[in-house]
């Protein structure tokens, strides 16, 4: 088969992108590698589509030659198209060579024995040197372009087959500091680094010395510099950068093992001076790799003194670039006092704390300065609980522009939150001194006003969130100062009885905090919940809190509190809920009155799943001491095994009657909208996988655009049965569309009590639409005009088109609209009225048909609907 079109390639490659794997494993995935190899040495395609095609083999190679057979095979035809290329100037050169050098290390080809690979290495090294290579790469103005390419390919090359250039470590320094026309000094620089520290970190962990590896020149001759044996030292991957600087301290590469003899020390120093020499000639970003490369290179190498790096660090500390400015904190951290002096770290530390205040700062930028500041070494928290900490360098003088307010971003909140924390850890001595408001002073003034917007009734759960933000993080860096914990655990407190709602969250807070603030919490929690009447509108919550919290601490107080509440615990959610703190109160080791609870709870409750689990753990109550109970109750692999086949049928009968988790076998979908009777009514159509047995179903509206629905019992289901649709009434609140979050309760043929969440279903904006009453016979165009002329002044007009499709003006009303049609005049005139619950109406003339569309005139009361039924209309003709 001959060479493709430009439009033939156009539609492969389109077909490719949209599912490499799809379009792989169709007829044509077959032979996309081979066209593409043959196509790019025919001359009826043009050098773009050209580029196109070697674009696509930069992206997918594993995709299109995923073994090292086929990426040998496609690597050295790259190669001979590369050198098969006229002398003229050709835009595919550099791409042919970084494709080359993509499919060998993607396809696993690059090795000694790899043929391909031979050729590439030579040919890299020679372009990277400057040599001429013959008429087939170019005139001499492409040269300078194709050797920054080389050192590219080179780099990538050192990067996945660490040490394969130690032993070009010598002619690159050449290359470097040669006199005359120098080459791109850029990719030249950061090759030499990435070589020079992955030969020293491979060296270090095999226990050899550096072997003149910085002197020997390289060869193209008998197998060219290439050091297979020290890349296969290298074993996996070396990270380039160090990932974190705490991880980078518990990572010790092993240099100190590494012991170079004077002259290797001397070429080594000479080798680091040369690159940082050099280094103000590159960008910021390359700067800062270089740095990185560099400084953790020689981290804990012998004889190696961080002097070297003075200098620029001289030039680099008042940067305003945030990467060279991360690049000396990492040296900062790397070296430390060995590089930085006391009045460097003051002037860095003034540099990061005064751009971290400049009020135009971006927030990505205002929170790297603050990270910065967080992570400055002598800022951190400071050692074990008992040992004597290291004085903080940063004052709150320095830092008073840096504190938190209710105004900030909330990320930047909780990060000054954090730098205020850290001052509040070395407070002592200041409060003593009365000098102006203390860092505890502010930092109690701002957890009382997060408590304060969080205890709105009805507020955003973003500020609720935040609030328990705040106090997880003052909890955890001030666990030691009851002074400040104190009057958190009592704010707290005040938020949950202002906002009782808020339970869940309080529950997932002491789950998280150390016992320093989670133990007084739980007892101020449990005080505050059993002192309220046990008729609470908030009983749910209190239940929820309860079950968290009850412990022996007044019993007779939560045993009053609980017995109060049984009367009110009428649906299953609440009785589920009581018999949770029950259940608390006996793991607790409750005795006493809890007998007596149980036992009337085993009478009086209405559901008999309450009935029975109140049975049971009266049960266990009165025949298993405290450890047996425990485990039957909560089994779990931290507690002992005991011998008890009484302990052992108690576990399995409690997990049975406990409500569990399970994928649903239910599935839900809405059925045909029918617009009859006084509100819009979802036909649900109810499907499943298995016998289902007292399925009840609970819905929750998003966004609280309808008012709660009742839940619906349905008392069972079997696969392959029809069942009848649920009609589901909706009383929305608003004209909106929205969706339903479902939780089905049910039970097994097994007899399991399961529960699970179902996916959500939408309700769309036509499903709200309901009919006027009919008018009588011939009254209907009067009726419509006078709901037209009620809409004004107070409503809106507004036109629009609507797109009719192929089937015509008619099709599209009898499918769509025939129940609120008042005023028919087929096929080119409809007058349309539309009741939109709860007071709201929309009223559409359609007139004067055409092929395409129609034009429509609508008026509504509520202008809020507009965009709605613009996106309504418009979509009718793809829906007929």
């Not at 050198?83 to 835009?91: K, M």
């Not at 931290?638 to 302990?647: F, H, I």
Request: glycine content about 8%; charged content about 15%.
């Amino acid at each position: 088969m001959g060479p493709l079109s430009r439009e033939t390639w156009a539609q492969r490659l389109g077909a490719f992108r949209a599912s490499p794997s799809a379009f792989m494993a169709g007829p044509e995935g077959e032979d996309l590698g081979g066209d593409l190899l043959n196509d790019l040495r025919s001359e009826k395609l043009s050098e773009q589509t050209k580029v196109s095609l070697l674009a696509l083999s930069l992206e997918y190679p594993a995709q299109l030659w995923p073994d090292a057979p086929a990426a040998e095979a496609a690597a050295t035809s790259l190669l001979d198209t590369l050198v098969l290329l006229p002398p003229r100037p050709s835009a595919l050169r550099r791409p042919l060579l970084l494709a080359a050098t993509t499919v060998l290390v993607a396809g696993g080809a690059l090795g000694p024995t790899s043929g391909a690979s031979l050729r590439l290495l030579p040919l890299l090294l020679g372009l990277a040197m400057g040599r001429d290579l013959g008429r087939g790469f170019g005139p001499s103005s492409e040269q300078r372009p194709l050797q920054a390419t080389a050192y590219e390919c080179l780099r990538e090359l050192e990067s996945c087959k660490p040490g394969l250039l130690g032993g070009c470590l010598g002619l690159l320094r050449g290359l470097l500091g040669q006199e005359g026309p120098v080459g791109p000094v850029q990719p030249l620089s950061l090759l030499l680094a990435q070589a020079l520290r992955n030969a020293l970190v491979i060296q270090a962990r095999a226990g050899a010395s550096l072997q003149d590896l910085l002197t020997v020149k390289a060869s193209l001759t008998a197998g060219g510099p290439w050091n297979w044996t020290l890349t296969a030292e290298g074993g996996t991957h070396l990270q380039p950068q160090a990932p974190s600087w705490p991880a980078a301290e518990k990572e010790e590469c092993g240099l100190s093992a590494l012991k170079p003899s004077p002259e290797e020390a001397r070429e080594l120093r000479a080798a680091v001076a040369q690159l940082l020499d050099t280094s103000y000639l590159l960008t910021p970003v390359a700067q800062a790799q270089l740095l990185w490369l560099l400084g953790w290179a020689l981290r804990g190498l012998r004889g190696q003194p961080p002097v070297l790096f003075k200098p620029q660090l001289v030039r680099l500390l008042g940067t305003a670039q945030l990467t060279l400015l991360h690049a000396v904190l990492a040296l900062k951290a790397a070296f430390g006092e060995a590089l930085f002096t006391a009045q460097d770290e003051a002037l860095l530390l003034r540099r990061l704390t005064v751009a971290a205040q400049h009020p135009a700062l971006p927030l990505p930028t205002h929170l790297f300065y603050l990270h910065c500041l967080l992570n400055f070494p002598e800022n951190c928290p400071l050692g074990p609980a008992g040992e004597e900490a290291t004085p903080l360098l940063l004052e709150p003088q320095l830092c008073r522009g840096l504190l938190p307010s209710l105004l900030h971003d909330p990320m930047a909140l909780l990060a000054r939150l954090h730098l205020l924390c850290l001052l509040c850890a070395e407070d002592g001595e200041e409060e003593g001194r009365g000098q102006g408001q203390s860092p505890q002073r502010y930092l109690e003034e701002l957890l009382a006003s997060l408590q304060q917007r969080a205890a709105l009734s009805g507020g955003p759960r973003a500020l609720a969130t935040l609030c328990f933000q705040a106090s997880y993080l003052v909890a955890r860096c001030l666990a030691g100062q009851p002074t400040v914990l104190t009057p958190l655990t009592h704010g707290l407190a005040q938020l949950y009885r202002a906002r009782p709602a808020l339970a869940p969250h309080f529950v997932d807070f002491l789950d998280r905090v150390g016992p320093e603030l989670g133990e007084p919490l739980r007892v101020v929690l449990q005080q505050e919940v059993v002192s309220r009447p046990g008729g609470d509108e908030a009983l749910r919550w209190h239940l929820q809190m309860l079950a968290r919290v009850a412990d022996k601490d007044a019993q007779s107080a939560t045993l009053s509190f609980l017995q109060a509440a049984a009367a009110h615990c009428t649906d299953w959610g609440l009785q589920q809920a009581l018999l949770r703190a029950c259940r608390a109160l006996l793991l607790a080791g409750v005795r006493g009155g809890l007998a007596d609870l149980l036992q009337a709870l085993a009478r009086q409750l209405e559901d008999p799943d309450g009935r029975d689990h109140a049975r049971l753990y009266y049960i266990l109550l009165g025949h298993l001491s405290g450890p047996k109970l425990a485990v039957a109750l909560g089994p779990s692999l931290a507690t002992p095994a005991l011998a008890s086949s009484l302990v052992a049928e108690n576990q399995g009968f409690a997990a049975a009657l406990m409500v569990q988790e399970a994928p649903a076998p239910i599935r839900l979908s809405v059925g045909p909208y029918r617009a009859e009777g006084p509100t819009p009514v979802l036909q649900l159509q109810v499907e499943v996988l298995e016998p289902v047995y007292s399925l009840e179903l609970r819905f929750r509206v998003e966004g609280q655009l309808c008012a709660p629905l009742e839940a619906v019992h349905i008392p069972c289901l079997c696969p392959g049965r029809p069942a009848q649709p649920l009609l589901l009434p909706l009383q929305p609140r608003r004209p909106a569309p929205t969706q339903l979050d479902i939780r089905a309760l049910y039970t097994k043929p097994t007899g399991l009590t399961c529960y699970a969440h179902l996916p959500p279903l939408p309700v769309r904006f036509a499903d709200l639409f309901l009919p006027f009453p009919q008018p009588p016979e011939g009254a209907g165009l009067g009726f419509f005009e006078e709901l037209w002329d009620s809409c004004l002044p107070k409503g809106t007009e507004s036109r629009l088109w609507c797109p009719l499709g192929p089937w015509g003006l008619e099709a599209l009303v009898s499918c769509h609209l025939e129940p609120f049609v008042v005023v028919a005049q087929p096929p080119t005139s409809y007058h349309v009225a539309i009741r939109l619950p709860p007071h709201s109406r929309l009223l559409l003339r359609l007139e004067a048909a055409q092929e395409d569309g129609v034009p429509v005139v609508l008026r509504t009361d509520d202008w809020t609907v507009l965009p709605l039924v613009g996106d309504y209309l418009r979509g009718l003709a793809a829906a007929v």
